[in-house]
């Protein structure tokens, strides 16, 4: 078990205290001052009110930071891949594209998980495009910014100063993290949820959420195993491990924003209990993006928060199959959708895809490419790939017609590098790639 938001507030509050001390270089006149000076001159500070903070990550600790920064009179902007203009209007501030944040922000804090996709989302192209003399905050995971290119910067004076409590190698030292050298740097060790009553919190929390189980069989914050009966499970478990990989793949797919999601339940899938089933695919869209952990049971709960609308439909009409799961996301009005059913009973396979079919293995790496029908462009990605030595274990295909749109599927040993990426959107007839990563 888990204990989702006993630190939400604290981390929050670091943050900000992170960005007060940056701002008034609380750290580097104490030390001054400790060492018998009076230097007031040099150490000037900046005001936060009626900056403009852009905000990496809006889950529930990016929500507490941005009201905290409301509180100060601050212009908030934030991007996160399920943040629509609905939620972001509840809570008074702008949703952003990643590039429009990035330009616009004085200063800019993340709160997004370590993900492929967040591994250097700050990084010396995204720091050229930043305002010059922006301030950084880090206090999520170390390895979203690159560190390399953020003291490139800081020694450049593209960016005036950092905050930094998280870092790529813990414990950090100088020789590790050229950083802690920059006297316009302040750090902490990680310190984002050491308060007392933080801590607290979260012991108090599972101890009660322990105690529910051994007594009345609730569970509470699960991050392996959905609230179901013991005898309904064995049923079900099949289907909940299709749900959460269909829902992986396609929020894979989809850049941001997400309105709704729907879960057809098809055939007799249809009289099984669905309510573990339809958690498993909230899990599955959820949990690559977001900050706090999403599990079989405080997904809906987090879908509710953020303002996406869950819907399940039932039908006992599943075409030539016994049973199938269909998932649909609405993003900004545009529908993305993914089918799957189960071979032998157990054996996961998504066979649409939008308007394509196909029989994909839904497990590790794989790249889905959309590209145009024609001659050659399986044969340039096998060669690119080999090229630079990734082996490809499967390949699937579907077409609309002959020489339309198609989608290739190519499942793969080992994850590309975002360089490969770029140059497989190059290839001649390839309209776009994504890399999915799942569960093998």
Not at 35 to 60: A, D, P, R, S
Not at 296 to 312: M, P, Q, T, W
Request: aromatic share 4%; net charge negative; charged share 20%.
């Amino acid at each position: 078990m888990n204990t989702p938001g006993g630190n939400t507030v604290t981390t929050a509050e670091h943050t900000m205290a992170l960005l007060f001390s940056m701002v008034r270089q609380i750290p580097q006149a104490t030390v001054s001052m400790k060492q018998g000076k009076w230097e007031k001159k040099k150490f000037m500070g900046v005001e936060v009110f009626n900056k403009t903070l852009g905000i990496i990550g809006l889950g529930n600790i990016g929500v507490q930071v941005a009201r905290m920064a409301q509180g100060m009179g601050m212009n908030v902007i934030a991007y996160d891949p399920y943040l629509n203009e609905e939620k972001a209007r509840a809570l008074g501030i702008k949703a952003a594209g990643l590039d429009e944040l990035i330009q616009n922000a004085d200063f800019i804090t993340v709160h997004a998980p370590l993900t492929n996709e967040t591994k250097y989302i700050i990084n010396a192209e995204r720091i050229a495009m930043m305002k010059d003399g922006v301030r950084i905050i880090n206090a999520a995971r170390g390895g979203i910014v690159d560190e390399k290119a953020l003291y490139d910067a800081l020694k450049s004076g593209k960016v005036a100063a950092a905050a930094i409590d998280v870092f790529e190698k813990e414990p950090a030292d100088s020789t590790a993290c050229p950083l802690l050298e920059l006297d316009n740097v302040i750090c902490t060790p990680h310190l984002g949820a050491a308060t007392e009553e933080a801590q607290e919190n979260v012991a108090i929390a599972i101890a009660e959420q322990i105690v529910d189980y051994l007594l009345s069989g609730t569970i509470r914050h699960a991050v392996n195993f959905p609230s179901v009966p013991a005898d309904v499970l064995p049923a079900i478990q099949p289907y909940i491990n299709l749900a959460e990989r269909l829902g992986s793949f396609l929020s894979q797919t989809i850049d941001r924003g997400i309105n709704e999601i729907t879960v057809e339940y098809r055939g007799d899938v249809a009289k099984l209990v669905l309510a573990p089933i339809t958690a498993a695919v909230l899990k599955g869209v959820l949990a690559l993006i977001l900050e706090e952990t999403v599990n079989f049971v405080n997904a809906s709960l987090i879908a509710k928060e953020r303002g996406i609308e869950v819907k399940e439909i039932t039908t006992a009409d599943a075409g030539d199959y016994h049973s199938m799961l269909v998932v649909r996301i609405m993003v900004d009005k545009k529908e993305s959708m993914v089918a799957g059913v189960l071979y032998g009973k157990k054996e996961p396979r998504i066979i649409r895809v939008n308007n394509f079919t196909v029989e994909i293995v839904p497990e590790g790496e794989m790249l889905l490419l959309s590209n145009i029908d024609k001659p050659g462009v399986i044969g340039n990605i096998g060669t690119l790939l080999g090229e630079n030595s990734i082996n490809i274990s499967r390949m699937q295909f579907g077409r609309e017609k002959l020489g339309g749109k198609a989608v290739s599927v190519v499942s793969i040993d080992t994850p590309v590098s975002k360089e490969i990426l770029a140059e497989i959107k190059k290839l001649p007839n390839v309209l776009s790639v994504k890399q999915i990563q799942l569960p093998v």
